[in-house]
Every structure is written in structure tokens, then in C-alpha cells.
């Protein structure tokens, strides 16, 4: 992978998918948008990211099942997705593990750290 880390948000809040744009560009990442999770799952073949942030509560699709459909197919298995959400509750979070969620990070969350908490998340997953 190169220094620059892609990530496809999928989030369908106008003022929190541009706050993220915003925060992880300034923090050296290559950012994609996706407004609603069947968006999400399109961009994903075009954007070929390193690791999908997607919120969970979102029409058309939410994200439990953005990540069950990209968990599910050979193509995008591999694919790095951490849910970023409200739900908060032990049994969100073993809902969306299940799905095949590799990490979960709650809302509210400081987006000044964000950047390198992703980075540190997605290094871990590479080296397990």
C-alpha cells in the first residue's frame, strides 16, 4: 500500500461526510463519498479503497448490510470497513462484528484524532 491511505466514507449526513472530508484530508488521506450505502457499494469498485468508514443508519441500505455484501463477496472480502455510528449498545456492536465489521468507532468521536486513529486500527488489521 502507498504512504497515502484511500478511504470510501459512506455516510448519508451532509454535515458529518464533510467534516470527515475535511479532517482526514488534512490528515494526508485520499477521501471518497458515498451519501447512502447502495452508493457506497457502486463506489467501492471505482475507488478501490484501502478501508471503508461507513455509518450504520442510513436509507436504502445500511451499513450492517453494506458490510455483510462486501464481507460476503470475493472481490471486496479483504476490504477493510469500520462502522462509525451512534449505536452503542453491546448488542450493536456484536451485530455489526458479525457482520463482518473489523472495527467500530462510536459517535460522538474527536475528528482532530480520527486520522490517526484509523491508522493505527488499519495497522494492526495488517499485521494480524
Same mark, same amino acid.
Given at each position: 500500500?502507498?504512504?497515502?491511505?484511500?478511504?470510501?466514507?459512506?455516510?448519508?449526513?451532509?454535515?458529518?461526510?464533510?467534516?470527515?472530508?475535511?479532517?482526514?484530508?488534512? !490528515?494526508?488521506?485520499?477521501?471518497?463519498?458515498?451519501?447512502?450505502?447502495?452508493?457506497?457499494?457502486?463506489?467501492?469498485?471505482?475507488?478501490?479503497? !484501502?478501508?471503508?468508514?461507513?455509518?450504520?443508519?442510513?436509507?436504502?441500505?445500511?451499513?450492517?448490510?453494506?458490510?455483510?455484501?462486501? /464481507?460476503?463477496?470475493?472481490?471486496?472480502?479483504?476490504?477493510?470497513?469500520?462502522?462509525?455510528?451512534?449505536?452503542?449498545?453491546?448488542? !450493536?456492536?456484536?451485530?455489526?462484528?458479525?457482520?463482518?465489521?473489523?472495527?467500530?468507532?462510536? /459517535?460522538?468521536?474527536?475528528?482532530?484524532?480520527?486520522?490517526?486513529?484509523?491508522?493505527? /486500527?488499519?495497522? /494492526?488489521?495488517?499485521?494480524?
Amino acid at each position: 500500500m502507498s504512504d497515502t491511505i484511500r478511504v470510501l466514507v459512506i455516510e448519508d449526513e451532509a454535515h458529518i461526510r464533510m467534516a470527515l472530508e475535511y479532517n482526514l484530508q488534512m !490528515d494526508g488521506f485520499e477521501v471518497h463519498l458515498a451519501e447512502n450505502g447502495r452508493l457506497g457499494i457502486e463506489a467501492v469498485g471505482r475507488v478501490r479503497p !484501502d478501508l471503508v468508514l461507513c455509518d450504520w443508519m442510513m436509507p436504502e441500505m445500511n451499513g450492517v448490510e453494506v458490510v455483510r455484501e462486501l /464481507k460476503g463477496s470475493p472481490k471486496t472480502s479483504h476490504l477493510p470497513v469500520f462502522m462509525l455510528t451512534a449505536k452503542s449498545m453491546v448488542g !450493536d456492536v456484536e451485530e455489526a462484528f458479525k457482520a463482518g465489521a473489523d472495527d467500530y468507532i462510536t /459517535k460522538p468521536f474527536d475528528p482532530l484524532k480520527l486520522g490517526e486513529m484509523l491508522r493505527h /486500527k488499519l495497522a /494492526k488489521l495488517q499485521k494480524a
